[in-house]
């Protein structure tokens, strides 16, 4: 995390993104990575900071400065007998 805040401070980008940067984290250092991006991205009022985790959220307070935005998970279609997830027909049949 300290690499990836020191490096954005030589970056002249108006916005940064940071992809499932927590997925890997247990939830103390998790809580600690959040406290800080925030921190930093509170004080760099010049840049927008965009954050995208599949963890829980919950924890946080939206303010004037942070927004959270929560996607809803994607509706899977099931038919009987078939898997939840969607798949593509690569069977041998001749498509002529």
Known sequence: ???LLALGENLETPFRVLDEFDVFLDAQARKLAISILIHVAK???H????FITPQDLSSLTPDPKLKIHKL??????QTAGAPSQQ??????EDRS
């Open 1 to 3: 995390m300290s690499l």
């Open 47 to 50: 840049r927008q900071f965009i």
């Open 43 to 45: 004080k760099m009022e």
């Open 87 to 92: 798949t593509l027909d690569f069977s041998q």
């Open 72 to 77: 809803s998970p994607p509706t899977r279609y």
